[in-house]
């Protein structure tokens, strides 16, 4: 793999090793009983004293993440996820092919192996609930005309009647804007990557709330960024400590999810918006608004957009329509103006030459004429959801486990007690057919946390409940012999 | 912009400037009219002397990329495209937003405002022959079964039955390959994406053809690559000067499109590619085999793939099911094995979690059962086409103006005398309706080139006809007093 050291960061060189060589451990990127480098051969390759690479060895060790004997050397250890398959080919020179991918925990948790009864590691929604069969009636309206349009390429930017529609629906939230300013995109995670692509390099200062999605974190760590988060309190990020950073770490980019946010629900305040975009436009750096939630709120609407007010565009906003509409045709926009739009179509034309103009002529009828409606009962099934999972929490769940109360999106965030071994749970919980995300993954640089996200929507009530409460369980008994402690909510 | 100085190179520091502007200004990223930094204030940013700034930009304006005035500054010259939008926001600021976009000729050359009555840049398949209709008629069998499928996210490998189907046909090719050893990608060009962004990092060293496909070139050098082109003859790529480079430049990766290369139409030879497997093998190199054109063969079927040989997966295979059956749809697969494909599974979860399901469940119907079938018609109705384009450039081609007879593929590549101004051409032949891709192009670093490639597959044989003895004879009325020479074909 690629160390990328930086000699005038304040984080010290054996620690900028072990963080990069646990995230990759810790994403499956390195596979158990791998071995590890001589620590002759990597401090001569790293230009690095050999105490360096041995402190960064042992902190890896102390961590359990590698295994280290006497003349043999170190290896990943056993606890860590096998993930290469093996093959009757000779492909041990592959090991040795240095790449560009420091993290990547979405492969690591989301992808198809990973089937649970009680499915709560995915912040998505049950297929039940989706207008799919819909859709895919739509499909046979598709007129000789849209079949013309698809034996060519599609435009860069996307089809113009989707991006209109795109518009309108953008508009009518308060974001005045025109389709030309608007980029069709591979959903949301494309988005993103697009901006950092384009936009960020190696050492550029990236800030983020801590916690925050985890595959925005892998995006932007694959590009090299220094990635700084911010913590957050029950207004959303703290503006105040991310104010005081920027002297002293100027932002190339903001990375925020401020409403309903993912994964702790919390929704950043009016004010703190406005100071958000103060903030960039004083430095001149990027704010990439994600906002997959914003039409998910169970009790009033959310605050209007940072876009909204964003007159000299320094938001970059990203909107997924894949969510709740159809997760398996990839469909969200962009939205940008001026050179920072005319680059990202750029980028683009480089990652695939444009998205699929099938899937965009398929969904056009329905986000046309069928969104606002169908987002109308989606509301009300999915906060029924919420209550059935904030009941049952605050009926089975450990005293000592608290959690945030939230008011829109799909994620509950939950506090254990730290003696919790998350890991452990994880395991425990697999074997009763229960999934959910441990909130280490949410932070850069895999920092310990008590933390794990259930999301609520992906399973229908019955199942949600016996889940839950199961989990509830399984968390009793790891508590049993502890203290009790009183019940509030938190971050 | 983002500008990569390397200290350690044969090349020097005022070329290295001089070309990523140059890249720029062609790309159109630095609009016409745009201001260039002082000399002093560049200096001092890439802590090189004025000196190399100033030869720098005196380089560029003999390019007749800028112009210079004395105490006013340098300015992007006219000639260049203008691409920024206006507005009425004041934008001004992003100008100055450093991004990592070094060239963007896919974004250049091919976006959809390129209209042209006689259109012969795209090397793509005219509408009519493709099976679209028949594609969208399948959608209508799209189950309920199928509806469930898509509501929820596809994996990121891509659907299991379809890479069955793609193993099929790759096995039938020569290539034994299981579904497992394929990722499904949305276009051949997010192949190409998937493997620099994994692999490719500042500084490593690329080999390409020289020329080559202008859309690799773009992602190669958007990762820092130093990207070597290596010339070409009748069979292919020159491997004896490649080896010899690679002594002193060894290659992390080698791209290459072995057969009906994209733009010159030749094929590399049996004997070269075993060389070049080799040549990898001893180096522990990757190599990119491109083949978007080895089912359209006109006269007798291909060589095998290099892929087909690979016994240790060195070679990632990208194959391009968009270009012959629906480019709308954006399918193609990338063939790798190991822990290569592993990590480029990962990138592709990063990219954007997956391609979407709905475009794969439509084509798989067509792709399992009737693709070879089409396959057989198509090749015959572009065989046609390529006459007529041949018996057209033979009858009214200038004397001067030589080209490569392609044995398949979709692209004639044409030279043309060195006192034919290629960008004067094509603002002549745009005032006719002619379109037309510049040699110069399909180089890195924009080198000169006196080559044309015309495609000929994407207008109908009336209209390429008529097009192309437009376009002899506007080349007649430029070389009208040149001296007569001798055909013959020519790379």
């Known amino acids: 793999m690629h160390i990328d050291l930086s000699r005038n960061s ?4 054996y620690l900028q090793i072990t963080k990069t060589l646990a995230d990759r451990i810790q994403s499956g990127l390195l596979p158990q009983g791998t071995k590890l480098p001589s620590i002759r051969h990597l401090s001569s390759l790293l230009a690095v004293s050999p105490v360096t690479v041995s402190k960064a060895y042992a902190e890896l060790e102390s961590m359990n993440l590698v295994t280290c004997t006497q003349g043999k ?3 990943v250890a056993e606890a860590s996820v096998p993930i290469y398959h093996e093959g009757t080919q000779d492909l041990s020179w592959q090991m040795s092919l240095i ?4 993290r990547a925990q979405l492969w690591r948790n989301f992808n198809h192996s990973r089937k649970a009864t009680y499915s709560f590691h995915i912040a998505a929604i049950q297929p039940e609930l989706l207008p799919t069969r819909e859709i895919i009636a739509d499909t046979h309206r598709l007129s000789s005309e849209n079949s013309d349009v698809m034996a060519a390429y599609g435009t860069f930017e996307g089809d113009l009647e989707l991006r209109e529609v795109f518009a309108d629906h953008l508009s009518e939230r308060g974001i005045p804007i025109v389709a030309e300013q608007l980029l069709v995109t591979s959903g949301a995670q494309q988005g993103i990557d697009l901006v950092a692509r384009t936009f960020v390099g190696p050492g550029d200062v990236v800030y983020m709330e801590a916690p925050t999605y985890t595959g925005a974190i892998d995006v932007f760590t694959s590009r090299g960024a220094k990635v700084i988060m911010i913590p957050m309190d029950e207004e959303g990020m703290r503006i105040d400590i991310l104010t005081r950073l920027c002297d002293t770490h100027p932002p190339k980019l903001i990375y925020t999810i401020p409403t309903f946010h993912n994964p702790t629900g919390v929704t950043l305040t009016m004010a703190r918006r406005t100071q958000l975009l103060d903030l960039a436009q004083s430095y001149h750096c990027l704010i990439v608004e994600d906002d997959p939630f914003s039409d998910l709120y169970y009790k009033t609407k959310p605050p209007l ?3 909204a007010h964003d007159q000299s565009g320094y938001v970059v906003y990203i909107k997924s329509f894949s969510k709740t509409v159809a997760p398996g ?6 939205a940008a103006t001026g050179s920072v739009m005319d680059r990202l179509v750029a980028a683009k034309s480089t990652t695939d030459l444009g998205s699929p103009l099938l899937t965009q002529k398929t969904l056009l009828p ?5 969104l606002d409606q169908h987002l109308v009962s989606l509301r009300e099934q999915i906060r029924d959801r919420l209550t059935v999972a ?7 769940a450990p005293p000592e486990v608290t959690w945030y109360a939230p008011e829109g999106g799909l994620n509950v965030w939950i506090k254990l007690p730290s003696m919790v071994d998350i890991p452990e749970l994880e395991r425990v919980a697999d074997r009763e057919g229960i999934s959910f995300l441990p909130g280490a993954v949410c932070y850069a640089g895999g920092m310990d946390s ?3 996200r259930i999301s609520f929507s992906y399973t229908d009530k019955e199942t949600l409940k016996s889940g839950l409460r199961k989990l509830c369980n399984l968390l009793g008994d790891i508590l049993d012999h502890s203290v009790i402690v009183e019940r509030k909510p938190i971050l």
Chains 1, 2 share one sequence.
């Open 10 to 13: 304040s984080v010290k060189l």
């Open 73 to 75: 050397g170190c290896y």
């Open 99 to 102: 790449d560009y991918l420091p």
């Open 305 to 307: 957009s940072i876009k």
């Open 329 to 334: 045709c990839r469909i969200a926009c962009v």
């Open 366 to 370: 329905f986000l046309r004429n069928r």
């Open 390 to 396: 904030l009941n049952t929490l605050q009926r089975y």
């Open 450 to 452: 008590n933390h794990i």
